[in-house]
């Protein structure tokens, strides 16, 4: 039997549970999906190197809806990581033969 690699098991979860969170989240898939394309409408800001800029109301309402939807997958994911964590707490407590 191959020793344990906690590494290797942790490796990736998150990535895991942020694809699971799009395939089985409709909120959380919408608002991923969104916050993409008001990053592509809002990307010249980002990238804007001036020291003054002036933003459209448009582009304010772009960037307030951004960060609405960033909060919204931030809100899904914290609490799915923290089910996940006491999910992979116990199967690596069984991995270390700890408990049955």
């Known amino acids: 039997m191959k020793p344990l690699d906690v590494t290797e098991f942790l490796s990736g979860r998150m990535d895991e549970i942020i694809s699971s969170l799009?395939?089985?989240n409709t909120e959380f898939a919408l608002s991923a999906e969104r916050s993409s394309q008001l990053l592509d409408d809002i990307n010249w800001l980002m990238s804007n190197t001036e020291r003054t800029?002036?933003?459209?109301?448009?582009?304010c309402m772009n960037v307030h809806e951004f960060f609405e939807q960033e909060l919204t997958?931030?809100?899904?994911?914290?609490?799915?990581?923290?089910?996940?964590?006491?999910l992979?707490?116990?199967?690596?407590?069984?991995?270390?033969?700890?408990?049955?």
């Open 53 to 59: 800029i002036a933003l459209s109301p448009e582009d």
């Open 73 to 86: 997958q931030e809100g899904i994911m914290q609490q799915e990581l923290y089910k996940q964590g006491y």
């Open 22 to 24: 799009k395939e089985n």
């Open 88 to 100: 992979d707490c116990i199967k690596l407590l069984r991995m270390l033969k700890v408990i049955r």
